[in-house]
């Protein structure tokens, strides 16, 4: 009789705490910032940057007004694909530090409100993972970990796939009398998830990190889950120049894109969905990289995953864009979203895979910065570009890290390295930009750090730094930016584009002047009839004629080349 009660007590409390996702829906207007942790703050000045160092700038994202960081991999790896390439994804690795500081910076972010995510990658493992090392072996358990098929008796390959990295897809071992599927290195065979054991271990690995307290996942390289059972031939593209063993030879209609991906992805929204309602915790959230057709990358949003990443400002515009392709590029996502109920806009500028955003928009990157700020949603910014850093194209073949430039040759590295975009943080004139205080950095520091950096941005006053973090100041308290509807508009003479945001009070109107000569005037009243003639420049470029604070008259607005203005204006009763 004496336990009853306790009895009681717990089921009351049990129903009181639990069953309740708390701040649903925080993601929906924030800022996401890329770090690339060998990049980002080496501490223990070894020449790599690593977690304490990411915990003792952790202040830089509070004061810029940041919400939530992702962390590129920094589980243990051999580092054939710098972390892309994972032997154990429950480990760090020592490069970056030990558990004790992954959970100091968990819970130093979580003091000052910021969200992490960490990187899940799927699709394969190392071949030095124990899971491979027992499936080579022919270890029962572990048999149909991977996709592992017979050996043709004829000597033929299997099937004509062939890896993204090049040649064919398949790998036939010796220990083993059969061979083994790799989408990307044969060092990184793809895992089976057809196999229910293989579905379990990925949801336990991201319990095992959910448990450390982090805020969701960035899923990698998605669309290369599943691949069809019956191994069928891909046909071939016949794109001009391209040979056989050329990851472009073949159309990947069987290797990409299968239905069965997005069960999966759905599974693990469900299961992070759960755990934040069982643990009584904010939202948990999921990114996806799909590169594929936009249909198939928007397709994620039907499986509850809130953030497939829009990568159409990387890949489908550039310097020499004009304002239609870019409202083409803006609306076509926006049209998507209309179509899918729930679904929240997001825009990415940059990554560790491509080039700079203000290297790709010589002396328009800010003007890229108020694209993603401006149109509604997510904006994801990679590491640097509040400051606007650039690609350091001036590396040698000598000091490249990059196994994609390695691989390419001394004659061919600059084309494939990603080097350039992973150069140290620019947080100060000293020493090596204030990323470490050592002797060495992993890869050299681009020398433009003695004027390009953070302290000098805060100080002077117009920056990159200012206006990025204004923007984000205006997104969080405008109602028009935060709830507001967008239009987009391309002026008569095909030089203007406008983004506008509207609520009942008020228009945010981002106006950019793609010509690089002349002095456009726009008349605004025109375009939107509900705005007041009279306007706020709330942001502009930084050699702007018509500076940020300044009263404008919006029925006869100049805009000077390559300019851009953010301008409030109230709506008129
Ligand atoms: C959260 O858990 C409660 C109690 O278990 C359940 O009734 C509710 O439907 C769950 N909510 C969500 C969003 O999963
Ligand atoms: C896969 O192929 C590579 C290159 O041909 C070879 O060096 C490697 O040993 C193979 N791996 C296995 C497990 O057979
Ligand atoms: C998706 O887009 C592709 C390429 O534009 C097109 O071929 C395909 O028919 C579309 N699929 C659907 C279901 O609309
Ligand atoms: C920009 O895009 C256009 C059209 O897609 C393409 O023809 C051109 O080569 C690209 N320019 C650069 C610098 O990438
Ligand atoms: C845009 O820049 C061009 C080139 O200097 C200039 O002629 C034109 O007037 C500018 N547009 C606006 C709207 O001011
Ligand atoms: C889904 C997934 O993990 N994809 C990854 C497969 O491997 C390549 C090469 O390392 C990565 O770039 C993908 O992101």
Redesign the pocket.
């Known amino acids: 009789m004496a336990r009853l009660p306790c009895v009681i007590v717990f089921l009351i409390a049990t129903r009181i705490v639990a069953g309740e996702i708390k701040n649903v829906g925080w993601w929906k207007n924030a800022v996401f910032y890329q770090i690339y942790p060998r990049s980002f703050q080496d501490d223990n000045n070894d020449g790599i940057g690593d977690l304490k160092g990411i915990t003792k700038r952790l202040d830089h994202f509070k004061e810029t007004g940041i919400d939530a960081v992702w962390l590129s991999p920094i589980y243990a790896s051999p580092m054939v694909d710098f972390g892309y390439d994972i032997s154990d994804f429950r480990k760090i690795h020592p490069d970056y530090g030990t558990d004790a500081d992954f959970t100091e910076l968990i819970s130093t972010a979580r003091k000052l409100g910021i969200k992490v995510i960490m990187d899940l990658v799927p699709n394969h493992t190392s071949d030095e993972h124990e899971w491979f090392q027992k499936s080579l072996a022919g270890d029962e358990a572990y048999k149909d970990y991977y996709i592992w098929h017979d050996k043709p008796t004829d000597g033929k390959p299997l099937n004509n796939w062939i890896s993204v990295f090049g040649g064919s897809a398949w790998n036939c071992s010796s220990s083993r009398p059969q061979c083994y599927f790799h989408q990307f290195h044969y060092k990184q065979p793809d895992l089976n998830f057809r196999s229910d054991k293989v579905q379990e271990e990925m949801k336990d690995i991201i319990r095992f990190w959910l448990d450390k307290g982090i805020d969701g996942f960035r899923v990698d390289a998605i669309p290369h889950l599943f691949e069809v059972e019956d191994l069928r031939n891909e046909p071939r593209t016949n794109l001009p120049g391209v040979v056989d063993g050329e990851y472009a030879y073949l159309d990947h209609f069987y290797t990409k894109d299968q239905p069965e991906t997005y069960d999966v992805v759905k599974s693990w929204v469900k299961l992070m969905n759960d755990y934040a309602n069982a643990s009584n915790t904010d939202e948990k959230v999921m990114t996806v990289e799909a590169y594929t ?4 990358t928007t397709e994620y949003y039907e499986t509850g995953c809130q953030i497939p990443f829009n990568f159409y400002f990387i890949t489908d515009v550039n310097r020499t864009s004009g304002p239609d392709q870019f409202k083409k590029v803006i609306d076509q996502w926006l049209t998507e979203i209309a179509g899918r109920p729930g679904a929240v806009a997001n825009w990415v500028l940059g990554n560790h895979d491509g080039s700079r955003t203000a290297s790709r928009y010589p002396g328009r990157g800010d003007q890229m910065t108020m694209l993603a700020m401006i149109l509604p949603g997510v904006a994801v910014t990679y590491y640097g570009e509040e400051i606007g850093m650039i690609d350091k194209t001036d590396i040698s073949y000598e000091d490249t890290q990059d196994p994609a430039g390695c691989n390419a040759g001394r004659e061919k590295y600059k084309e494939k390295s990603r080097d350039p975009v992973r150069t140290p943080m620019q947080w100060n004139d000293d020493i090596n930009a204030g990323f470490n205080q050592g002797e060495r950095t992993w890869i050299p520091v681009n020398e433009n750090f003695v004027e390009l950096n953070l302290a000098a941005q805060k100080t002077a006053k117009f920056s990159h730094y200012k206006i990025y973090k204004k923007l984000i100041h205006l997104r969080k308290t405008h109602a028009a930016l935060l709830t507001g509807k967008v239009e987009t508009f391309v002026s008569s003479d095909k030089k203007i584009l406008s983004v506008v945001r509207s609520s009942n009070t008020e228009s945010i109107i981002l106006i950019i002047n793609f010509s690089d000569t002349e002095t456009v005037t726009v008349n605004l009243v025109n375009q939107v009839p509900s705005i007041a003639a009279g306007g706020l420049v709330e942001v502009a470029t930084l050699d702007s004629p018509i500076n940020e604070g300044s009263s404008v008259n919006l029925r006869k607005l100049p805009i000077a080349p390559k300019q851009s203005l953010v301008i409030s204006a109230k709506i008129q009763k």
Not at 293 to 296: D, E, G, H, I, P
Request: cysteine-free.
């Open positions: 057709f936009l249909n198939k």
